[in-house]
């Protein structure tokens, strides 16, 4: 924890539960004050990653701990989204449960999945064969930027425009998969 990316990574963790609180409190204006806080995650996780290469300060404590809280992150908040249907089908109309279920399942499905896979790959010896590419980064920034959205929910145009960028995260979503596979495929498919 000695350096600035692990303690903005840190700070991001303790962030979860604050965001949690403040997204269930009974006072108005919370749904607000929790985008603010999920804005203020998303900040660091891009400020972490861009000081530890800028400042050249990787650690194993901070390739370990990104990931992590991104995903807890993340998960936390497609939950909450998805659980809180009723507000956002009050903005938009009744069928929101299904439209925002289905993408939150994917993602979910996927980050297990691709845990899964990073972790045998790993066990293997060959987990710089699956490392994060370009769709997983876009598809995290798109998941962020359209829950910061239905979070927020300033009214009808954002949750409109959150469905937009959460269908394309759920399109990068599949086509990272697709890729992290595809570069496991000859491991997966090897004979012992």
Known sequence: MK????ILTL????LIPFFVLAFYLPIENSFYIAAWIFFIAGVTDYLDG???RRWNVSSKLGAFLDPVADKIMVITALVMVAADHDRIAATVGEHSALWIMIPTLIMIGRELAISGLREWMADLGKRANVAVGNAGKWKTSLQMLALGGFIWQQGPWMVYLAYLVFYAAMVLTVVSMVQYFAAAWGELTSED
Request: aromatic share 18%; glycine share 0%; charged share 10%.
């Open 3 to 6: 350096n600035i990316p692990n």
């Open 50 to 52: 861009y000081i530890a």
């Open 11 to 14: 700070f991001r963790v303790i």
